[in-house]
């Protein structure tokens, strides 16, 4: 009778987790980041994949930096670099755990531009899917020219090992 009740309120929160996930995805033209669902831009995409986007299960630093360039690029500020230690081989043996925690990845972020656009640069960084910590930030130069240096991470989170087991209930 314990194993029936569990089982009846186990469907109860089913249907109330399916019926709040349609919400979540489904709930506006607009998503999370106030863009369209159905564009193909950075900021564009069902809210699912924005919050899953924004810590990768798999270690990527080429990836990183790809999505990275893209964020900042075409802004008022010019991007010197974007670099960090690729740590692929290290990170091999990472790749999926019963209880992940997120992993760092480190970086750095070099600009100049305008004391308006480096402004610019760090309201970006602040707005992205993507958690960035910044640890140290060197700016350089006048208000017209300005560089920015910033030192930081990021994460990703190895993806959680669920396996089902058979148990025999008497």
């Known amino acids: 009778q314990v194993a029936v009740n569990q089982l009846k309120s186990d469907v109860v929160s ?8 349609k919400k ?4 506006s033209p607009i998503n999370i980041l106030g863009s369209n669902v159905s564009g193909s831009t950075q900021n ?26 893209n964020l900042l ?6 991007l010197t670099s974007i670099s960090g230690t690729d740590q692929e ?7 999926s755990s019963t209880s992940p925690v997120p992993v760092e990845i480190p970086l750095s972020i ?22 960035i910590v910044v640890q140290s930030i060197n700016l350089s130069g006048t208000d017209t020219t300005l560089t920015a ?10 993806a959680k090992v669920f396996s089902i087991g058979t148990e025999i209930v008497k």
């Open 73 to 78: 690029s075409n802004q008022a500020f010019t």
């Open 110 to 131: 070099s600009a100049t531009g305008s004391y308006a656009s480096i402004q610019q640069l760090f309201s970006i960084l602040q707005l992205s899917i993507r958690p």
């Open 14 to 21: 089913g249907n109330s987790l399916i019926s709040n996930y």
């Open 24 to 27: 979540f995805v489904n709930s």
């Open 44 to 69: 564009n995409g069902d809210n699912a994949k924005i919050v899953l986007d924004a810590l990768p299960g798999q270690y990527d630093f080429p990836g990183l930096v790809t999505s990275l360039d």
């Open 149 to 158: 240096n910033i030192s930081g991470y990021t994460f990703y989170q190895p």
């Open 89 to 95: 081989l290290a990170e091999q043996h990472n790749s």
